[in-house]
């Protein structure tokens, strides 16, 4: 049973006690990520992140690493467009000394000006890397183009600029305004004692700031845009997308399901017209990501330099087809079938629980329980499906991305 209390600090910690299981994940979730940073301190939520790792007043970044080790732990954190989350797994018997160890890298890192410099260097290889991966390329500008001019279209890593010019002062102001009590939540799930781990995260956090201004999120009306990046690489790697749902919207699982219909599994829609029959990639899929006040819907195909136009004509036969058709009943049967199991494999450890109880408290403001999420994928109907299918059955709504061998007119293949 999943429970929720607000400590006397005012932070919330949601916990799922699981008596079958020896172990238990713990996360810190603060509501800051790329949509709270300006252009000139671009990339500092992920900053941030990388810097909570490199030693607190009482460790080091090898005292962490060692400490972690020593109750058999695994440490990692991550950085979204509106959340940040550190956490840790570790035995049920240690969940007091991974909270205590998250605590001190949470509330007493150094920020050394000389780590900081070295971890800089870290984030502009990483900047790099991103760069020489061009299917990771395209996801990033896909996401860039679909939000262009809204807060989404921030970079969680930022930029060389904009990351050279923070400084120590900056980086302690920005989690002093951010990482406010009314910004973090707490989740737990595994075995593990509640009002003792409730006790020792109560008794840390009472010194942050109470709460900071709700921001104004300015949503700009989406406009198609298209982009060619020509890089010496032995494939092209496509994206086509389209905005899409919250993470609130009454239609958000109509669409996760239909998505699965269209590139969500081997027996895709895409993935068997542009593989199977047509030999024309690789990988091709599909993917649905949704934030608090929008989300967008994306294809992925990567393809020979020879067969971009083909694979584009593929994609649009989908979309068209079903535009016209929508989808069957067994479709829709077996769309659900495979949403249920996947979220039930990852509702089976503590850390899949964990994630999505933080997720949602600290981005919605409530827990769903797993029978709820069956339910609510159980409900959808052939007519919610034919209102998702409206949001991306016509290609004149895609904007487009593409990375290959040379230039080409990206927008006429779309749109031909």
Sequence with gaps: MIETRKLDCGIRIVMEKLPYVQSVALGIWVKAGAVDETKNISGISHFIEHMLFKGTEERSAKKIAEDVDRIGGQ??????????????????????????????????????????????????????????????????????????????????????????????????????????????????????????????????????????????????????????????????HICLGTRGLSLDDDNYYALSVLNNIMGGSMSSRLFQNIREQKGLAYSVYSHVSSFVNSGYYNIYAGVSHEKVYDAINGIKEELELLKKDCITEDELHVAKEQLKASYIFGQENVNGRMFSMGKNSILLNRVYTPEEVIDEIDAVTMNDIRKASSLMDDINNYSAVIVTNKQCDLKRMVRA
Excluded: W
Excluded at 84 to 101: D, F, H
């Design 75 to 236: 440490i990692n954190a991550f950085t979204g467009r509106e959340a940040t989350c550190y956490y840790m797994k570790t035995l049920g018997s240690n969940a007091k000394q991974a909270a205590e160890i998250l605590l001190d890298m949470f509330l007493n890192s150094k920020f050394d000006k000389t780590e900081m410099s070295k971890e800089k260097q870290v984030i502009y290889e990483e900047m790099k890397m991103i760069e020489d991966t061009p299917d990771d390329y395209a996801h990033e500008v896909i996401s860039d183009l679909i939000f262009k001019g809204c807060p989404y279209e921030k970079s969680i890593i930022g930029t060389q600029t904009s990351l050279k010019g923070i400084s120590q002062a900056i980086l302690k102001q920005y989690i002093a305004d951010e990482y406010t009590r009314d910004s973090i939540v707490v989740s737990v799930a595994g075995n593990f004692d509640m009002d003792e781990i409730c006790n020792i995260f109560d008794g840390k956090l009472k010194h942050l700031k109470s709460e900071k201004p709700v921001k104004e999120f300015n949503n700009e009306p989406y406009k198609p845009c298209f982009r060619v990046k020509v890089k010496d690489i032995e494939q092209s």
